[in-house]
């Protein structure tokens, strides 16, 4: 992989831009959005806007794709905007593709946070030449119920508000949730979802330690981009930490082993130093995603590679952020996972 541009860290007192780029739910449900906002304006010290378009309904939004674009083109160009925070993921944000322009998001890179159907984001970030970030957004880490995790807060800072090194990440021992909530019913606001003890990470197989740029997304996402201009070239993937995870949709074992076979038959997988793996929703299909990653490595003959599941990112909360193009370690050996830069520059 290239090296990419970093955006500027983030400073209290920043602005910064919310935004809907697939799923309009920051106007559907307001109450949501207005508690995710203050929390980012009360914990992080930041000022929040709303691109032009972010509050507007669901389906203005779905009906106005290159809108959407232009929100995201024009958060770029706005100096005052130091960073553009993802509301909500959803299911066609592939269709801004056509009207986005990347000399203007190479030419004023900033950060911009969002996970799920925000690959598709991230990967216009990555082909403008930019450092983006898989991590949570404003509907979900920001606006959880009775208050932001600390595991996810202590993420931000050291992720978005600080230059130096992100250093290991340590597995969320406070414990883990994806307990549904409605979040159309206003009364559960005040509910605090249960968590549940995690035993740590899967450290599946792999020998000593490796290092590679970190590129990756949502698997149901990704299958989007394949065979568009925006799908990365072959040798684009050399030698990269590869991070995956499924979403909420919870895709059955054997969709998980299709999707990895195509990766085997692109050769990204022979490429790459290590593979990643987020915790499922739910923590639903474990075991059987696990037999299903293996079954495809033995076919490859990739008994070596680096291969870690049920990791504290993707559709699971609390989680940390993953920066685009910054160079991660596996250690299988002390079963550590490490950032060895910072995705942001002063």
């Known amino acids: 992989m290239k090296n990419l541009i970093k955006p500027k860290v983030l400073k209290k007192g920043d602005k910064v831009a919310t935004i809907s780029l697939s799923w309009g739910g920051a106007g559907e449900l307001p109450h949501r959005y207005e508690y995710g906002k203050k929390q980012l304006q009360e914990v992080f010290g930041l000022e929040v806007v709303e691109t032009k378009n972010a509050l507007k309904s669901a389906d203005w939004?779905?009906?106005?794709?290159k809108a959407r674009a232009e929100d995201l083109m024009q958060?770029?160009?706005?100096?005052?905007?130091?960073?553009?925070?993802?509301?909500?993921?959803?299911?066609?944000?592939?269709?801004?593709?056509?009207?986005?322009?990347?000399?203007?998001?190479?030419?004023?890179?900033?950060?911009?946070?969002?996970?799920?159907?925000?690959?598709?984001?991230?990967?216009?970030?990555?082909?403008?030449?930019?450092?983006?970030?898989?991590?949570?957004?404003?509907?979900?880490?920001?606006a959880e119920n009775c208050g932001m995790h600390d595991y996810q807060i202590q993420d931000i800072k050291r992720t978005l508000f600080a230059t130096k090194p992100v250093g290991e990440i340590l597995p969320n021992k406070e414990g883990w949730t994806?307990?549904?909530?409605?979040?159309?019913?206003?009364?559960?606001?005040?509910?605090?979802?249960?968590?549940?003890?995690?035993?740590?990470?899967?450290?599946?197989?792999?020998?000593?330690?490796?290092?590679?740029?970190?590129?990756?997304?949502?698997?149901?996402?990704?299958?989007?981009?394949?065979?568009?201009?925006?799908?990365?070239?072959?040798?684009?993937?050399?030698?990269?930490?590869l991070f995956l995870e499924t979403s909420e949709?919870?895709?059955?074992?054997?969709?998980?082993?299709?999707?990895?076979?195509?990766?085997?038959?692109q050769g990204i997988l022979h490429r790459l130093k290590g593979i990643i793996f987020g915790r499922p929703y739910d923590s639903k299909y474990i075991k059987e995603y696990n037999d299903e990653i293996l079954k495809i490595i033995n076919?490859?003959?990739?008994?070596?590679?680096?291969?870690?599941?049920?990791?504290d990112f993707g559709h699971t909360c609390p989680?940390?952020?993953?920066?685009?193009?910054?160079?991660?370690?596996?250690?299988?050996?002390n079963k550590t996972f490490s950032i060895l830069e910072s995705g942001v520059v002063e």
């Open 61 to 65: 939004i779905y009906n106005n794709p």
């Open 75 to 142: 958060a770029f160009l706005d100096p005052s905007v130091k960073a553009i925070i993802s509301n909500i993921g959803g299911e066609e944000s592939v269709r801004i593709l056509p009207f986005l322009d990347l000399d203007i998001m190479a030419k004023n890179p900033k950060i911009f946070l969002g996970f799920s159907d925000a690959t598709i984001t991230h990967f216009a970030c990555l082909k403008a030449g930019l450092t983006s970030f898989y991590g949570t957004s404003l509907l979900v880490g920001f």
């Open 178 to 241: 994806s307990e549904y909530l409605d979040w159309f019913d206003a009364s559960l606001s005040n509910t605090k979802r249960k968590l549940t003890a995690s035993d740590g990470w899967n450290f599946l197989q792999g020998n000593g330690k490796v290092q590679g740029k970190l590129i990756g997304g949502c698997l149901d996402v990704l299958e989007f981009l394949k065979g568009t201009e925006f799908w990365p070239s072959v040798e684009e993937w050399n030698d990269c930490i």
């Open 249 to 265: 949709n919870m895709a059955e074992p054997s969709t998980l082993r299709y999707w990895l076979r195509n990766y085997a038959a």
């Open 299 to 311: 076919e490859e003959n990739l008994t070596e590679l680096a291969i870690v599941t049920e990791m």
């Open 319 to 333: 989680t940390f952020t993953l920066p685009f193009g910054v160079l991660a370690e596996i250690d299988s050996e």
